[in-house]
């Protein structure tokens, strides 16, 4: 018999993605051994994040300021904007130094069954910010999922009417695969060969 904190915990733990009920137990019984340590650090770490760490209302990147310290950095590319799903992909990018421009996280892929609509991944706002400030470019490196694929097309048609080069990442990724569980060559080489998605629709017709 276990005590219904511990069940609690134990529930939460579980509701997280890709921990199920062994694993969730497991990390309790870690938690409780070294509760001095690490459950109790811990825990007044989730509660320091749960206070500071919000959404940046630039990009949707996590941060403890706003906007974040990605679009504070003058030094980073202002003129091309990285579209990506999640913020996981955000700092998949991060992780390498791969990019230096900005980002647009969407928040999801659009879904009419779940009710994702452009609204909601605030597409209309990157509309405005590629109409009002002096963008170059936008990368699509949403995955190469149907739903990814399907948010891509949206974009590009969405942008159709402006003068912003449009390009998407290598075709070096694997299909389906999602950035964050990429290694960083991979991802490196699909920046450096990222493809001219106007040209290519050109090319096909």
């Not at 276990?2 to 579980?14: A, P, R």
């Not at 310290?69 to 996981?88: F, G, L, Q, T, Y």
């Not at 991944?121 to 995955?143: G, M, P, Y």
Request: with cysteine; aromatic share 4%.
């Amino acid at each position: 018999m276990q005590s219904k904190e511990v069940d609690l915990l134990i529930n939460l733990l579980s509701s997280l993605q890709g921990i199920g009920p062994r694993s969730a137990r497991r990390i309790a019984l870690q938690l409780i051994a070294k509760k001095n340590t690490l459950m109790m650090p811990l825990g007044k770490m989730m509660t320091d994040v749960a206070k500071l760490i919000e959404r940046c209302k630039n990009c949707g990147n996590y941060d403890s300021i706003n906007p974040c310290s990605i679009c504070n950095n003058e030094k980073r590319d202002k003129s091309i904007i990285c579209i990506v799903e999640e913020v996981a992909d955000l700092w998949a990018l991060e992780r390498g130094r791969l990019y230096q421009g900005l980002y647009h996280v969407l928040g999801g892929t659009l879904d009419a069954i779940r009710g994702v609509s452009p609204e909601k991944l605030k597409i209309d706002f990157l509309l405005e910010k590629v109409n009002e400030q002096n963008i170059n470019e936008i990368i699509l490196a949403t995955s190469l999922t149907t739903a990814g694929q399907t948010t891509a097309h949206y974009i590009v048609s969405k942008l159709e009417r402006t003068k912003v080069k449009i390009t998407r990442l290598a075709r070096g990724l694997p299909a389906g695969g999602e950035l964050d569980y990429l290694d960083e060559a991979t991802l490196s080489q699909a920046l450096y060969e990222r493809i001219d998605v106007n040209q290519s629709i050109g090319e096909k017709r």
